[in-house]
Each structure stands twice: as structure tokens, then as C-alpha cells.
């Protein structure tokens, strides 16, 4: 695809991401459904790398769900070693390119204290970081997003009355973060998953057959394009 096709001055300041299809990348090669998650990290990287190319703000990838527990052991084993090794390998490279990561989701005892320290270590080298937040959605859940806000508010002690959309906005898990303005969703579901429930409200949503370890940029490009295609209307009428 043309690069030039893409309007400069409109590219969605938030992109979110359901990394979807590892599984059945692999099983249709033969493989364990494991070594899709190995291939997912060259999608996610140039995923990454797209994004910076744009000029894209906020990238934000589903990592594991809070569902994702269901999985047999070994398969949730394995996510929990993969994803602190990526950090630890990558972390570096992130930072390099001027990106700050974040993390998104619940710190329970199910996550193993070795991938909770990787987290904080990569969030603290790359905070000062400008040119692009990538969130890691992992052990995250919108509804357990939902709840856990409304649990602070209550903490708090905050008057009924003075709950309103921005009260709960503030307490999400990152009241800095813009809503996504564009959701794309590999592997042909046409589903939510969880993912981002109050944040995705008005964002467009973009579903492409393309199993997670085959996407690239130019993937990410066509959902842009698509994306500046769309109109946007926010429940009111056009100009
Ligand atoms: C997405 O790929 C990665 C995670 C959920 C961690 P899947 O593992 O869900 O792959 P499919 O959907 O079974 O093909
Ligand atoms: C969503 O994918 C979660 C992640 C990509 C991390 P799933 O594969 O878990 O979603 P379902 O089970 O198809 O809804
Ligand atoms: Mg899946």
C-alpha cells in the first residue's frame, strides 16, 4: 500500500490492539500452540515500529486477559516466562526508540512475582520516555477495570451523587490515557474479549482476518486507512 494515502494530519492519537490467532498460526503449521506466541513478538515489534513510523501516541496491546487463566497450565506457564522475557530482552530496544511502556491490569498472586519485577523495571527505565506509550494489557479484564475504579471511589468515600463518568474515568487503571480511537482486532473474531469495555465506548472498530503473527505495518496502515474512511459522529449529526 501507498503511504501517501494516509491524511498526516488525521492519524488516531490511540490505537488498541487484540493480538489474536497465535494459536491457531501455529496448529495450522503443525507446531504447539506455543510457538505463536513466540511468532507474535515480530508482529508486535513491527506493529510497534509502524506506530512510531505514523506518529501514533498511544499504542495499546492485549497481552492476557483476565480469562486467559482458563488455558491449560502449561500454555498460561509459558505466556507468564514469554512475556518477562520479552521485557527483559527487549526493554532496551523500547527505550531506544523513545517509548515509554505501561502496564495495564490487575497485580494478583496469580502473576509470578519475576514478571511483576520485569514490569516495573521496564516502566521505570523508559517513564521519561515521549514519543510513544505502549500499554501492555496483561491480567487485564474491562469489567475488572470497571470494578476496581468503582472500588477506589468507594475507598474514598465518595458521595453517590458525585460518581459521574469523569469520577470513574479518573480512577481507571490509567487516567492519563486517551480513549482509543481505533481498536483492530486480528484472527476474524468479531468480538470485544473484555478488552478496554468503558474506553472503546465510541472508537472504531476494525477486524481483519489476518492471524496475529502474520501482521505487520502495513497491516496497521490498512486499518489507518480504513479508519480516515470512517465517520465519526459521536451520536450527533455531520457538519
Ligand atoms: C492470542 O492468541 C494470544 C493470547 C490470548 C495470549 P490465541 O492464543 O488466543 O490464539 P487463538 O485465538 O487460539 O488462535
Ligand atoms: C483475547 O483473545 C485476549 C488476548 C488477545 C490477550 P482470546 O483468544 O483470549 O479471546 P476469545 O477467547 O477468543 O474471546
Ligand atoms: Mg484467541
Known amino acids: 500500500m501507498d503511504l501517501d494515502q494516509i491524511d498526516r494530519r488525521r492519524i488516531p492519537v490511540h490505537i488498541a490492539c487484540v493480538m489474536d ?10 507446531l504447539p500452540r506455543t510457538e505463536g506466541h513466540a511468532a507474535g513478538e515480530e508482529a508486535l515489534f513491527d506493529a510497534v ?50 517509548v515509554r511502556i505501561r502496564f495495564a491490569g490487575r497485580r494478583d498472586w496469580r502473576v509470578p512475582k519475576s514478571v511483576l519485577r520485569q514490569m516495573d523495571e521496564a516502566a521505570e527505565l523508559t517513564k521519561r ?9 496483561f491480567n487485564y479484564g474491562g469489567r475488572a ?11 474514598e468515600g465518595v458521595k453517590p451523587e458525585k460518581i459521574d463518568e469523569k469520577a470513574i474515568a479518573k ?4 487516567p492519563t490515557m486517551p480513549d482509543p480511537d481505533l481498536m483492530v482486532r486480528t484472527s476474524g ?24 503473527p502474520d501482521f505487520r505495518r502495513e497491516h496497521l496502515f ?8 470512517r465517520d465519526r459522529r459521536f451520536g450527533g449529526v455531520d457538519s
Open 49 to 98: 515500529e509502524g506506530a512510531l513510523e505514523l506518529g501514533v501516541k498511544w499504542l495499546t496491546v492485549y497481552a492476557f486477559s483476565t480469562e486467559n487463566w482458563r488455558r491449560p497450565p502449561d500454555e498460561v506457564r509459558y505466556l507468564m516466562r514469554f512475556n518477562e522475557s520479552l521485557l527483559s530482552r527487549r526493554r532496551n530496544e523500547l527505550h531506544d526508540l523513545g
Open 145 to 155: 477495570e470497571i470494578v476496581d475504579a468503582v472500588r477506589a471511589l468507594v475507598a
Open 222 to 229: 490498512e486499518a489507518v486507512l480504513e479508519f480516515q474512511r
Open 189 to 212: 473474531e468479531h468480538r470485544i474479549s473484555n478488552f478496554l469495555l468503558w474506553e472503546l465506548a465510541y472508537s472504531e472498530l476494525i477486524f481483519t482476518d489476518v492471524l496475529w
Open 171 to 174: 480512577h481507571l487503571y490509567d
Open 129 to 137: 520516555n515521549k514519543k510513544m506509550t505502549l500499554t501492555i494489557a
Open 21 to 30: 490467532g497465535n494459536g491457531r498460526w501455529a496448529t495450522t503449521r503443525g
